[in-house]
């Protein structure tokens, strides 16, 4: 049991981040390098520190040409 809710196929963790138990790593999201993530990450968002927290939206690349 991994303690706490990711499909990596759609969430970017950088090296060194800590994902505490019962976390919730929303879609599209980023968690940066060394951060430690203690609650909810909503979809497409950007977390970073320690503890975690909202530093910005990720950008839609979808739409980029």
Do not use: H, Y
Not at 9 to 24: N, S
């Amino acid at each position: 049991d991994q303690g706490f809710t990711c499909r990596a196929e759609e969430r970017w963790i950088a090296a060194g981040a800590g994902i505490l138990k019962g976390a919730v790593i929303g879609k599209d999201s980023v968690i940066a390098f060394q951060s430690v993530v203690t609650g909810t990450v909503p979809e497409g968002r950007i977390f970073a520190g320690n503890p975690a927290r909202d530093v910005g939206a990720v950008p839609d690349l979808t739409e980029r040409e």
